[in-house]
Each structure stands twice: as structure tokens, then as C-alpha cells.
């Protein structure tokens, strides 16, 4: 999966409870356009352009999966459904909510629905102020300076005053500080990586990724099973217990835990299925002698998905390797996963059913796997 595009987004009211429409933008930010990863300090500032109660504004940092024109649709929805009233008549008036598209990156468009980067934001004083509490040297890719030079120059003198006020970001409902690490487990093609690069982004966390494109006996096993099984699963296990070992050997004091998209107990749940019974015995010994000196996961988070919808993922991700992967394989794979759970009990294991959503392209469905996580 693609790691999102960062958007700068305007958030501004005058008129009613503005602090309470700012928290609702906010949320409904937070749920149907992006995660958000920073929000500015608040500032009171007069309205410009007419006669109006003071602004209370700021800015956000939000990383998307939408493009631009999906961005800026969502934002004037949610403006819709907060109360926001669009007038016609070319002239500026109070408002509930005000959500303004300020950068998508470094997009720049012009026509009639898109003008990015936004034509006045460069001008006002109180863009570029909550701007620069949140990415100071952010550069205007039309102007090509950074916000901190803008402000330095912009000739807007209105008075902003910081309102001792912090809007809450919905992400940090979810604590999952409480871990040192979490383990995302499931079939080929169930989501891991993309739920693990997901969580690392949203919670400061630092991720282990499978290095299986690496694996040089991965493309020769789909060929030809009999004969390459038992060294590609020894190779996975050489591979998964020297990458563990050393990052989790390996203190982050930047990162709040580890999230990884494998436990190394897999090795034990593919050979059984990959391997005859005389090399499968062979292999056990091997991985009880390995897996004694690695640190167990906090968590295991199970990613069920039916054999249907696993062949689809498969099939758009496009691995030629892969391809010719049977349905039959997959539900081995996933009654051995099952077997490991219910014979390890006293493992912390999360069972999430994702066959009938898609938490990549949808956000809710992603928040809802959140959800059932730290439930």
C-alpha cells in the first residue's frame, strides 16, 4: 500500500459554540478523510473581510489515502453537515465551520473546482501562523518558500491571540502504550503489512516487516514444492530469528512499541503444512531450539479473511510467484493458524473476522479494526 499523501488543512468558526464545531471537524476529519498527525495551537483572530465575531482557527495535519479532489469534497460535506451555509453573493459571512484545502503535498492545480496550493493562504496571518506551529519549514511549491520565510513577509497585520484551548485528536483514543509488542498474523494476502505500516504511522510505532522478497527459494517453492520446502523453511527461520532478535534487541527511545506484521511462530504453523513427517520432526527440533530465546509478543492479532477474498488480494498484488497458489494451500494455512491459537491459550490473541471489509481503501473499516483491537 502507498503510505498516504500529507494535506494541510485550514479549520476555522465564529458564530455559535466554535469550539465545539471545531472538535466536531475534527472528528469527522479524523473518520472520513485521514489520520490526523498534528493539530496547531488555537488562535483568536478578528474576521477579515466584514463585520463579524472573532475567528477561533487553526490548522491540521492530516495523512490521506484520498486524492485531492476526494479531499476537498469530504471537507465540504462535512462543512455541509456542521451548518455551514454557502452563500453566492461574492461576499465573505460568519460561519459555523470553515474547511479550507490549504496544500495536498505539493500538488499544484488550477481549475475550476481545485486551486491548490489555496490562492490567498500565502496573505493571512492566521494560516500561516497555526502553519507554522505544525510544519515550519514546509515549502509553498508555487512560491517555493518555506511558511516560516511567508510569515516573515506577509503583510497582514491582523492581532492573533493563542487560545489556551486543545482540541482533541480522536487517534489518541486508542493507547496501545501498555505493549512493548504486537504481532500481526494471518493468511497470504489477509492485510498484515499494510495494518502494521498503518499502526507504526498512527502510533509512533516502531515496525518489523517480513524480508520474504528477499528469499531467494520463495519463487523456486511455488514451482516445485517437494523440492524446495524444507530449505525455504529453514531459510525463513534463520531469516525471521536473526531480524527479530536484533530489533527487538535494539531499544527505540523514539517509538512507543513494536508492531510487526509476523511472529516467527508461523515458521512452525507453514513446515507443518509444507513438509513431510520425517522432515517436519527434524524441523520442530530445529525451531524449539530457536524459538526458547525469542521475546513472545504482547498481542497477537489474528487477520481472518475467507479463502474468496484471500485469492483476490493475491490476484491484485500481482506477484507472479504467487499466482498459481491453490485455495486448498490457504485453508491449511488458516486451520494451522487456528490449531496454534487454540493449543496456546495463554498467549493475548485477537481473532478479527475482515473477510467482508476493506480497512485499505476504507477508513471506517480500518478504525473498526482499532477498535476491536484495544476492545
Same mark, same amino acid.
Request: with cysteine.
Given at each position: 500500500?502507498?503510505?498516504?499523501?500529507?494535506?494541510?488543512?485550514?479549520?476555522?468558526?465564529?458564530?455559535?459554540?466554535?469550539?465545539?464545531?471545531?472538535? !466536531?471537524?475534527?472528528?469527522?476529519?479524523?473518520?472520513?478523510?485521514?489520520?490526523?498527525?498534528?493539530?496547531?495551537?488555537?488562535?483568536?483572530?478578528?474576521?477579515?473581510?466584514?463585520?463579524?465575531?472573532? =475567528? *477561533?482557527?487553526?490548522?491540521?495535519?492530516?495523512?490521506?489515502?484520498?486524492?485531492?479532489?476526494?479531499?476537498? !469534497?469530504?471537507?465540504?460535506?462535512?462543512? *455541509?453537515?456542521?451548518?455551514?451555509?454557502?452563500?453566492?453573493?461574492?461576499?465573505?459571512?460568519?460561519?459555523?465551520?470553515?474547511?479550507?484545502?490549504?496544500?495536498?503535498?505539493?500538488?499544484?492545480?488550477?481549475?475550476?473546482?481545485?486551486?491548490?496550493?489555496?490562492?490567498?493562504?500565502?496573505?493571512?496571518?492566521?494560516?500561516?501562523?497555526?502553519?507554522?506551529?505544525?510544519?515550519?519549514?514546509?515549502?509553498?511549491?508555487?512560491?517555493?518558500?518555506?511558511?516560516? !520565510?511567508?510569515?516573515?513577509?506577509?503583510?497582514?497585520? #491582523?492581532?492573533?491571540?493563542?487560545?489556551?484551548?486543545?482540541?482533541?485528536?480522536?487517534?489518541? /483514543?486508542?493507547?496501545?502504550?501498555?505493549?512493548?509488542?504486537?504481532?500481526?498474523?494471518?493468511? *497470504?494476502?489477509?492485510?498484515?503489512?499494510?495494518?502494521?505500516?498503518?499502526? #507504526?504511522?498512527?502510533?509512533?510505532?516502531?515496525?518489523?516487516?517480513?524480508?520474504?522478497?528477499?528469499?531467494?527459494?520463495?519463487?523456486?517453492?511455488?514451482?516445485?514444492?517437494?523440492?524446495?520446502?524444507?530449505?525455504?523453511?529453514?531459510?525463513?527461520?534463520?531469516?525471521?530469528?536473526?531480524?527479530?532478535?536484533?530489533?527487538?534487541?535494539?531499544?527505540?527511545?523514539?517509538?512507543?512499541?513494536?508492531?510487526?506484521?509476523?511472529?516467527?511462530? &508461523?515458521?512452525?504453523?507453514?513446515?507443518?503444512?509444507?513438509?513431510?513427517?520425517?522432515?517436519?520432526?527434524? %524441523?520442530?527440533?530445529?525451531?524449539?531450539?530457536? %524459538?526458547?530465546?525469542?521475546?513472545?509478543?504482547?498481542?497477537?492479532?489474528?487477520?481472518?479473511?475467507?479463502?474468496?477474498?484471500?485469492?483476490? /488480494?493475491?490476484?491484485?498484488?500481482?506477484?507472479?510467484?504467487?499466482?498459481?497458489?491453490?485455495?486448498?494451500?490457504?485453508? &491449511?494455512? /488458516?486451520?494451522?493458524?487456528?490449531? =496454534?491459537?487454540?493449543?496456546?491459550?495463554?498467549?493475548?490473541?485477537?481473532?478479527?473476522?475482515?473477510? /467482508?471489509?476493506?480497512?485499505?481503501?476504507?477508513?471506517?473499516? %480500518?478504525?473498526?479494526?482499532?477498535?476491536? *483491537?484495544? #476492545?
Amino acid at each position: 500500500m502507498t503510505q498516504g499523501q500529507t494535506v494541510l488543512i485550514g479549520i476555522g468558526s465564529n458564530t455559535g459554540d466554535t469550539l465545539n464545531h471545531l472538535q !466536531a471537524a475534527i472528528d469527522a476529519i479524523h473518520t472520513q478523510v485521514g489520520s490526523i498527525h498534528q493539530i496547531s495551537t488555537l488562535y483568536q483572530t478578528p474576521a477579515l473581510g466584514f463585520e463579524g465575531n472573532d =475567528f *477561533i482557527n487553526g490548522c491540521l495535519k492530516v495523512v490521506t489515502q484520498l486524492d485531492a479532489s476526494q479531499v476537498l !469534497a469530504k471537507l465540504l460535506a462535512i462543512e *455541509i453537515t456542521l451548518g455551514r451555509v454557502h452563500h453566492n453573493d461574492g461576499h465573505y459571512h460568519s460561519r459555523t465551520i470553515d474547511l479550507d484545502l490549504l496544500f495536498y503535498g505539493s500538488l499544484i492545480s488550477k481549475s475550476e473546482h481545485l486551486e491548490l496550493p489555496h490562492p490567498r493562504g500565502h496573505e493571512r496571518l492566521f494560516v500561516l501562523q497555526p502553519l507554522l506551529d505544525i510544519t515550519p519549514d514546509f515549502v509553498h511549491p508555487v512560491l517555493n518558500k518555506t511558511i516560516a !520565510a511567508l510569515l516573515a513577509i506577509c503583510e497582514d497585520k #491582523s492581532v492573533l491571540t493563542p487560545v489556551n484551548v486543545h482540541l482533541i485528536n480522536p487517534i489518541h /483514543n486508542f493507547d496501545f502504550s501498555s505493549y512493548n509488542f504486537i504481532a500481526i498474523e494471518g493468511n *497470504i494476502g489477509a492485510g498484515k503489512t499494510s495494518l502494521a505500516h498503518m499502526m #507504526s504511522n498512527d502510533f509512533n510505532a516502531k515496525k518489523i516487516l517480513e524480508r520474504f522478497a528477499d528469499n531467494p527459494f520463495l519463487p523456486k517453492f511455488y514451482e516445485d514444492k517437494t523440492r524446495y520446502a524444507f530449505t525455504l523453511e529453514m531459510s525463513f527461520l534463520a531469516d525471521r530469528y536473526q531480524q527479530i532478535s536484533d530489533d527487538l534487541s535494539q531499544l527505540d527511545l523514539f517509538s512507543d512499541f513494536i508492531v510487526s506484521d509476523y511472529d516467527v511462530f &508461523k515458521s512452525l504453523i507453514f513446515s507443518k503444512i509444507t513438509l513431510g513427517e520425517d522432515e517436519f520432526m527434524l %524441523y520442530r527440533k530445529l525451531f524449539y531450539q530457536v %524459538y526458547k530465546d525469542i521475546a513472545r509478543p504482547d498481542m497477537y492479532i489474528y487477520l481472518y479473511q475467507n479463502t474468496e477474498r484471500l485469492q483476490e /488480494n493475491i490476484r491484485l498484488r500481482g506477484r507472479d510467484y504467487e499466482q498459481t497458489i491453490e485455495s486448498s494451500y490457504l485453508e &491449511k494455512i /488458516n486451520t494451522g493458524y487456528l490449531e =496454534f491459537i487454540k493449543n496456546h491459550p495463554e498467549f493475548n490473541v485477537k481473532i478479527i473476522d475482515i473477510s /467482508n471489509r476493506d480497512f485499505i481503501k476504507n477508513r471506517i473499516d %480500518y478504525l473498526w479494526i482499532l477498535e476491536q *483491537i484495544y #476492545s
